[in-house]
T-cell receptor
């Protein structure tokens, strides 16, 4: 398995509080992504990064921010958690190149906002 | 942006039978179509992928076909086994349009159940 670690694996938080999820990779891959998985929606891209300090929005970015200060770490922050952000969050990584390369996923973080 | 539709949402087959899952995409510029398998509580894992310059690809019991004209692609699993039971996701992307990387647009998933 690709070296991707997400932390925490499970979290329960209260509405209105900020939450940060961490994705750490040991593969030195250029690209990193955050997806959320919800029943009936599959996986949807929240934000992605194409290098240190280079990030861009995905399909469902409202209410989320990201940061990438090092190649190996990609942080996802819920600025003020809402119940609609209860979900399973997956980080993914892929190598660079003009041709698409395999995206490897982390183990996921189950977030519950109460 | 890209939109990927996947059918059926659930599929039940008898062990040894074949299973087919179909996806359609909207953006004719998409050129990479992976399939992921996700077991309960686990991460999605790539099982096979196909690029737009190929019409069919096979890997043991798994095959994927692509019809660019119709903008649809399908996953075929033959001689199904209980361990094939999982959720399967199709996806589409185009690295060249997005400056590299692999921004995937996923279908909504198919729960495959292989019954003994």
């Amino acid at each position: 398995d690709a070296g991707i670690t997400q932390s925490p694996r499970h979290k329960v938080t209260e509405t209105g509080t900020p939450v940060t999820l961490r994705c750490h990779q040991t593969e030195n891959h250029r690209y990193m992504y955050w997806y959320r998985q919800d029943p009936g929606h599959g996986l949807r891209l929240i934000h992605y990064s194409y290098g240190v300090k280079d990030t861009d929005k995905g399909e469902v970015s409202d209410g989320y921010s990201v940061s990438r200060s090092k190649t190996e770490d990609f942080l996802l922050t819920l600025e003020s958690a809402t119940s609609s952000q209860t979900s399973v969050y997956f980080c993914a990584i892929s190598e660079s190149g003009r041709s698409n390369t395999e995206a490897f996923f982390g183990q996921g973080t189950r977030l519950t906002v109460v | 942006g890209e939109n990927v539709e996947q059918h059926p949402s659930t599929l039940s087959v008898q062990e040894g039978d074949s299973a087919v899952i179909k996806c359609t995409y909207s953006d004719s510029a998409s050129n990479y179509f992976p399939w992921y398998k996700q077991e309960l509580g686990k991460r999605p894992q790539l099982i096979i992928d196909i690029r737009s310059n190929v019409g069919e690809k096979k890997d043991q019991r798994i095959a994927v076909t692509l019809n660019k004209t119709a903008k649809h692609f399908s996953l075929h699993i033959t001689e199904t086994q209980p361990e094939d039971s999982a959720v399967y996701f199709c996806a589409a992307s185009n690295a060249e349009l997005t400056g590299g990387g692999n921004k995937l647009t996923f279908g909504t998933g198919t729960q495959l159940k292989v019954e003994l």
